[in-house]
């Protein structure tokens, strides 16, 4: 069990939800990250009033209320965290050892300031290779099974959203191939964790679970788009297979991945028929044709993040 600090604890007060029923909104992590930068450390907000959180950041007195009101939540956090505890899971704060520093300088002000994961995080120091793509129509077990088996052989872990679809087919191809996988997930952490092939992973070690939302926190298809950010933004490259249409939160996910360059190497099938996929080669991704001519064994594929994903 990790050891939370005041920055952490500060971090988590500010931007969780905490209860389903907030009378005070949650700070955004654009909102974090803008407060983070004027006072470096928010462990330095805890106990103070309002007119001192105004003063301290600059902002005006109805954010330094909000601010102070989401400050008092420490009862509902500490609950927060004894659940976490008890199912086995982690909370991990931007400023924490183990947050993937991936995230902040990849993504900056839409990294997620808190994520709660479950299983090995020193899979996050791992070389990674996310696999994209959505279409209710196919099926991706021959993609998924040569993906996992070049990922096993390299030693790179398989990075999923772990959905229905392509996601929990490459999280399944991955267990078969005896490889490694972190799965940034869709629905609450407890929904999934304890499903049998993956519990199993998780706990012999081969396998991470990662969200941005909290364990029990509904499922909220908006967020779609940050899951396919991050998964980008964890991995030194991403495939992604099929995408039959320029809209949708995997469309912006990619294509705004693609702009910002959070993945070093965004790998896009080249197919006919694909509109997704043909518009994403247009604006500069790499086309591939078959899975074996993806960058597994390629050292230098991580432009400089090989050894860490905390360095």
Not at 74 to 85: K, T
Request: with cysteine; proline share 6%.
């Amino acid at each position: 069990m990790l050891i939370h600090y005041d920055d952490a604890f500060a971090t988590m007060l500010l931007t969780l939800r905490l209860s389903p029923d907030n009378a005070v909104r949650p700070l955004t992590p654009r909102e974090f990250h803008r407060v983070n930068k004027k006072i470096t450390y928010p462990g330095r907000l805890l106990g103070l009033n309002v007119d001192d959180v105004a003063r301290e950041l600059g902002e005006k007195e109805e954010f330094a209320y909000r601010v102070v009101s989401l400050m008092s939540r420490m009862v509902p956090l500490s609950l927060l965290l004894e659940q976490c505890q008890a199912s086995g899971l982690e909370a991990i704060a931007l400023c924490e050892e183990y947050y993937p520093m991936r995230l902040w300088t990849r993504l900056g002000n839409d990294a997620p300031p808190v994520l709660f994961s479950c299983g090995n995080l020193e899979l996050l120091k791992e070389r990674g290779a996310a696999a994209l793509g959505v279409s209710a129509k196919r099926d991706f077990t021959h993609e998924a099974r040569e993906f996992a088996h070049l990922a096993a052989e390299n030693q790179v872990v398989v990075c999923t959203d772990g959905s229905e679809g392509l996601g929990e087919t490459f999280q399944r191809a991955a267990d078969e191939a005896d490889g490694r996988v972190i799965s940034f997930l869709a629905e609450p952490l407890l929904q999934r964790v304890y499903q049998p092939g993956f519990a199993e992973m998780i706990a012999t070690g081969r396998a991470l679970a990662l969200s941005a939302r909290e364990p029990e926190e509904p499922f909220d298809p908006g967020r779609a788009r940050e899951r396919g950010m991050c998964l980008c933004a964890l991995s030194d490259f991403a495939a992604l297979y099929c995408l039959e249409r320029t809209e949708g939160p995997l469309w912006d996910a990619a294509s705004t991945a693609l702009s910002i360059k959070a993945v070093p190497r965004l790998h896009v099938r080249a197919e006919e028929g694909l509109s997704g996929n043909t518009a994403l080669i247009s604006r500069g991704a790499l086309p591939f044709h078959r899975t074996s001519e993806l960058p597994f064994s390629r050292p230098e594929m991580v432009d400089g993040y090989q050894l860490s994903f905390l360095s």
